[in-house]
C-alpha cells in the first residue's frame, strides 16, 4: 500500500464535546486510498519544529476528498491541531498500519468503544453497511456529554456516572448483550485505553468470539523504524510486534496487553 505525502488544508474544525475536535481537511490521496482502521501520521505545524514529533490519529472518516479526523486535546500536539482553522494546513503522512480485517464473513458487527477510542468507527461502520453486516455499536464514556455518536449505526451506551444508557462500562454493556443472544455470528471490533481493551479481550476469549483491538498507544517515527511503538505478542517468531506497521490492528488473541 503506498504511503502519501499532504500538505492538507482545513475545512472545519468543530467541538463536538468539551475538549473534542472533529477536524475535517481536504487531503484528496489519503481519502482515496486509507481504509478503516489505518491511521494519519500528523505534523501539526510544518513550518515550526515545535512539537518536533508527527502525532498518529486514525482516520476517522472520509467523504470524497477529505478526511476527518476526531481528536482529544491531551497536549501540545492537540492544542495546536486544536487551534486550526478553514485554510490552515496541516503536514500528514499516510495511509499507515494495517486496517481491520473484513475479509470473513460477519453475521454481527460489534463495535465496543471506550471513550476517544470511537475516533476509527464512522469509517469502519461505512465499510461493514456496505458489506451488509448487521452492525450494533456500543459506546461508553464518563458521562451523557462525552457521547459521540455521528455517523454510526444502532448506538447503545454506557456511562460512568449512569447519566445515558448502562451505569457502568461498555465492558459491562457487552456482556449484557451478548447474553441477550440478539447478535448471531458476532465479531468484535474494539478500541479503547488498554485496561478495557484487556477486559474485551477477556470476554471474548471466554466466549470465543472472533476479536480485533486497535491501539493506540505512544508511537514515534510511525513507520517501522525507531522500534518505540512495541506490543508483546502471545506466539510467533518475533518475542514483540510493532504497533506501527504490524498494527494498530491486533487479532485479541495475537497480543498480550
Ligand atoms: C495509531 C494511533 C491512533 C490514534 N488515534 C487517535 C485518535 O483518533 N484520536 C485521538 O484523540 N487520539 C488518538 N491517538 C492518540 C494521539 O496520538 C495522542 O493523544 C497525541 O499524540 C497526543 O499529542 P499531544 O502533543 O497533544 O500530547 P502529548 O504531550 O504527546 O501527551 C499529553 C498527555 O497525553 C498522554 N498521551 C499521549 N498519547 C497517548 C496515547 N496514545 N494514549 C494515552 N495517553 C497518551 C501523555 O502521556 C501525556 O500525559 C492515537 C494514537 C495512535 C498510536
Ligand atoms: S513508531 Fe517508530 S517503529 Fe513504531
Redesign the pocket.
Known amino acids: 500500500m503506498t504511503m502519501r505525502h499532504e500538505l492538507a488544508r482545513v475545512i472545519t474544525s468543530r467541538e463536538v464535546a468539551r475538549g473534542i475536535i472533529r477536524l475535517a481537511v481536504r487531503s484528496p490521496l489519503i481519502a482515496a486510498t486509507a481504509l478503516p482502521g489505518q491511521f494519519v501520521n500528523v505534523r501539526v505545524d510544518h513550518r515550526s519544529l515545535y512539537p518536533l514529533l508527527r502525532r498518529p490519529f486514525s482516520v476517522s472518516r472520509t467523504d470524497g476528498e477529505v478526511c476527518e479526523l476526531l481528536f482529544n486535546v491531551v497536549g501540545p500536539g492537540t492544542e495546536r491541531l486544536a487551534a486550526k482553522r478553514a485554510d490552515d494546513t496541516i503536514d500528514m503522512i499516510g495511509p499507515l498500519g494495517k486496517p481491520f480485517c473484513l475479509d470473513h464473513e460477519i453475521g454481527t458487527a460489534v463495535i465496543v468503544a471506550g471513550g476517544l477510542g470511537v475516533a476509527p468507527f464512522p469509517f469502519l461502520t461505512a465499510a461493514l453497511e456496505k458489506k451488509g453486516a448487521r452492525i450494533l455499536t456500543l459506546l461508553g464514556a464518563r458521562t451523557r456529554a462525552m457521547v459521540i455518536r455521528d455517523h454510526l449505526t444502532d448506538v447503545r451506551v454506557a456511562t460512568d456516572d449512569g447519566s445515558e444508557g448502562l451505569k457502568g462500562t461498555v465492558v459491562d454493556l457487552l456482556e449484557r448483550t451478548l447474553s441477550g443472544g440478539q447478535t448471531p455470528n458476532p465479531k468484535i471490533f474494539g478500541c479503547g485505553p488498554t485496561p478495557m481493551l484487556r477486559a474485551l479481550s477477556a470476554v471474548a476469549a471466554a466466549r470465543d468470539i472472533p476479536c480485533e483491538l486497535s491501539l493506540e498507544g505512544s508511537?514515534?517515527?510511525?513507520?517501522?523504524?525507531?522500534?518505540?511503538?512495541p506490543v508483546e505478542r502471545t506466539a510467533g517468531g518475533r518475542k514483540y510486534a510493532?504497533?506501527?506497521?504490524d498494527g494498530p490492528t491486533f487479532e485479541s488473541t495475537e497480543i498480550t496487553l
Open positions: 508511537m514515534a517515527c510511525g513507520v517501522g523504524l525507531c522500534q518505540g511503538c510493532l504497533v506501527c506497521t
